[in-house]
């Protein structure tokens, strides 16, 4: 199957400024899962995106949000962004076959300066 | 509220020198129970899901199996190609398809 793709790979940002990660879901995928993986610590449910809306959020401040675009693209942006926010964000795609899995993207670096 | 614990956090092996990771969970009705694996700065790589108490999968030198509270993965004789950090995960017949993630165990092979 088609890959999930993320954009850009690494990203450096300083504290307080604004960062803007894309992703594509496998293709004719309508769900897009967005994961924040600090180091050392396990994924943490961000947000989900289904058909254009966010269907669910995880316990992540406001300043985390994003978007579905029409062609199921989407985006995460994080605003006045923090030390610790520095991580790798991973976006994913229900696999097919039905086996409930998820295909992942390769993921966005995200290190705040 | 759902929560998945693995453990050990990590484990250092000898090429051939069988082994476990135990991965402890509580849902609220179980969809399914995922195996990844995942290598160093790159995303996770689905390996298994189980679907009910008593279920096992097989993939290579990777057996996955379950409980109603636990779920193993066993490492027969492994190899240093299989060094990486393997991440047990949930899902829910509630909330999507959001999966909630283990912390992982890093595994090492020494050859």
């Known amino acids: 199957e088609a890959g999930v793709t993320q954009s850009p790979t690494h990203l450096i940002k300083t504290r307080g400024q604004q960062a803007t990660l894309r992703c594509s879901p496998i293709?004719?995928?309508?769900?897009v899962y967005w994961y924040q993986q600090a180091l050392g610590l396990g994924l943490q449910f961000l947000l989900w995106?289904?058909?254009?809306?966010?269907?669910n959020r995880g316990n992540f401040p406001p300043r985390f949000s994003g978007r579905q675009f029409p062609n199921y693209s989407s985006e995460l942006n994080v605003n006045a962004l923090e030390l610790e926010d520095s991580a790798l964000y991973l976006c994913?795609?229900?696999?097919?076959?039905?086996?409930?899995?998820?295909?992942f993207g390769s993921g966005t670096r995200l290190t705040v300066v | 509220e759902d929560q998945v614990t693995q453990s050990p956090e990590a484990l250092r092996l000898q090429e051939g020198e069988s082994s476990s990771l135990n991965c402890s969970y509580t849902?609220?009705?179980?969809?399914?129970l995922f195996w990844y694996r995942q290598d160093p700065g790159k995303g996770p790589e689905f390996l298994f899901t189980?679907?009910?108490a008593g279920e096992e999968k097989e993939k290579e030198r990777l057996k996955a199996t379950l409980t109603k509270k636990e779920s193993f993965l066993h490492i027969t004789a492994p190899k240093p190609e299989d060094s990486a950090t393997y991440l047990c995960?949930?899902?829910?017949?509630?909330?999507?398809?959001?999966?909630?993630f283990g912390a992982g165990t890093r595994l090492f092979v020494k050859a």
């Open positions: 995106y289904d058909e254009g809306e966010e269907r």
């Open positions: 189980l679907y009910s």
């Open positions: 994913a795609s229900p696999r097919e076959g039905g086996d409930y899995g998820y295909t």
């Open positions: 995960a949930v899902q829910a017949h509630t909330g999507g398809f959001k999966t909630i």
């Open positions: 293709s004719g995928h309508t769900s």
């Open positions: 849902v609220s009705g179980l969809r399914g």
